[in-house]
């Protein structure tokens, strides 16, 4: 069997190895009489049977004896037992690095350890997520590093230094974790059911799991104006229009949080902002970033990436088991943080109407007032009948500059497209023929 890769983030613990992820499964468990769920099984019942449900066991990783426990003594049994599900749905039966968050305390660490002594794997070296996340990213000599879990995010501070990216100080910021998203959004879809349709799905179990499940697949539409929600109750189908911006607005409030203490980390010039995947696709977190931070957007697979890579380093430490917080930085990410910004063949600014927006991430909207008049931070504002609110979005990623404009066509070099594409410098982009452009190009530090 190859080796495996367990990324500890109850949001959505992943499993992978050198053919890729494996499996994800978020930190739920659900004691059902004498069956125990866990996993998206567990997640998908969770508001069902509210009293047999788990989701902190996690977060709170600790010994302490909890009330109705449906025969768990602590949260450190129900955590042992989603590790032994883990290892059975994805055949891990050998050597294992462990992903551990900065959130974790020595003594959960301790604790952790001593659960995977009783599993069915061997754990043969622990390294800090942010450091795993962005050792192949980093190009800056500062580095903040943005994740979210279930009931938290978490900011980690990094530096390179002597050929080393080293993990520093973490900020945990509670409240404005997955699920403290995912309930403001079902308080703002429930408002918008019971205002169109008189259907309150909050009202019984059944239709508030249904609303839970469900609002993930809605938000893949986040981006082409109204979502369209759609519940069954009974023989009836209950339809309401979500308008995005009352979605953004929504969140906001969390986003402040989040934006808050990273300003107070990014004090240094040279600062990079690196976020996960999952942080980075809530609607309407690019727009919330400052424009000024130079953010980059990792993949999903960057972690298991990261430890296969260094396999030797992490789990070859003379001194036994330890949590590696560093990691040595390639020539490649040497060079790239310690050059000025700008020199790389990757567009650096999108140019509209002779104002020149950095690509960190933008969101392109189309409204009456046209750029120049009416501009929110880190978005490029258009006019044009009969498109949508929203025409899409350029965001700067690991390999390169993207744009995502969903099912809606767009021009690029005067050629019609549609969903993401890479963006190079001098690239033309056009929403209908005739209309402004707006056009790649790259700034250079002089």
């Not at 462990?98 to 604790?111: H, M, N």
């Amino acid at each position: 069997m190859s080796e495996k890769v367990i990324e500890l983030n109850d949001r959505a613990i992943r499993v992978g190895d050198s053919s890729g992820l494996l499996l994800h499964s978020p930190g739920f468990a659900l004691a059902d009489d004498n069956e125990l769920h866990l996993g998206e099984k567990a997640e998908q019942q969770a508001r069902l049977k509210p009293t047999k449900s788990y989701n902190k066991y996690w977060h709170e990783l600790n010994l302490d004896p909890i009330d109705h426990g449906n025969n768990f003594r602590h949260y450190a049994d129900i955590a042992f037992a989603h590790l032994q599900h883990l290892s059975e749905e994805a055949d891990i039966d050998g050597d294992v690095i462990l992903a551990v968050p900065g959130s974790f305390t020595r003594e959960q660490l301790s604790i952790l350890l001593g659960l995977t002594n009783h599993c069915d794997f061997n754990v043969a070296g622990i390294v800090d997520s942010a450091v795993a996340a962005s050792i192949a990213a980093a190009r800056a000599r500062h580095v903040i590093y943005a994740d979210i879990q279930l009931h938290q995010v978490v900011l980690t501070k990094l530096n390179i230094a002597d050929q080393q990216l080293n993990g520093g100080s973490t900020v945990q910021i509670p409240g404005v974790g997955s699920q403290n998203f995912m309930d403001l959004m079902m308080q703002l879809a429930t408002g918008m059911f019971i205002q169109q349709c008189r259907f309150n799905p909050q009202h019984n179990a059944n239709s508030e799991q249904q609303l839970y499940n469900e609002l993930p697949g809605w938000l893949v539409q986040a981006q082409e104006g109204n979502l369209i929600l759609e519940l069954q109750a009974g023989t009836t189908r209950h339809t309401a229009k979500m308008p995005y911006e009352a979605l953004v607005s929504s969140l906001n409030g969390h986003f402040k949080k989040i934006n808050d203490q990273i300003a107070a980390l990014a004090t240094e010039a040279d600062t990079q902002l690196i976020v996960s995947s999952n942080l980075a696709a809530l609607p309407g977190f690019h727009a919330s970033i400052s424009p000024s931070l130079d953010m980059l957007v990792l993949e999903p697979h960057v972690i298991n990436d990261a430890c296969l890579e260094y396999r030797d380093l992490i789990t070859s430490n003379p001194d036994g088991m330890q949590w590696l917080k560093s990691l040595p930085v390639t020539e490649t990410s040497q060079a790239a943080a310690t050059k000025p910004a700008g020199h790389d063949q990757a567009p650096t600014h999108v140019l509209y109407q002779n104002r020149a927006v950095p690509v960190g991430n933008i969101n392109i909207e189309n409204r009456e007032a046209v750029n120049g008049n009416a501009m929110t931070a880190g978005a490029i504002t258009l006019s044009i009948s009969g498109l949508p609110a929203s025409l899409g979005r350029i965001e700067k990623r690991q390999d390169g500059v993207y744009i995502d404009s969903g099912e809606l066509e767009f021009l690029l070099n005067k050629q019609s497209v549609s969903g993401e594409r890479k963006l190079s410098v001098g690239d033309h982009l056009q929403f209908t023929d005739g209309e402004d452009e707006l056009t790649l190009i790259q700034v250079r530090d002089v």
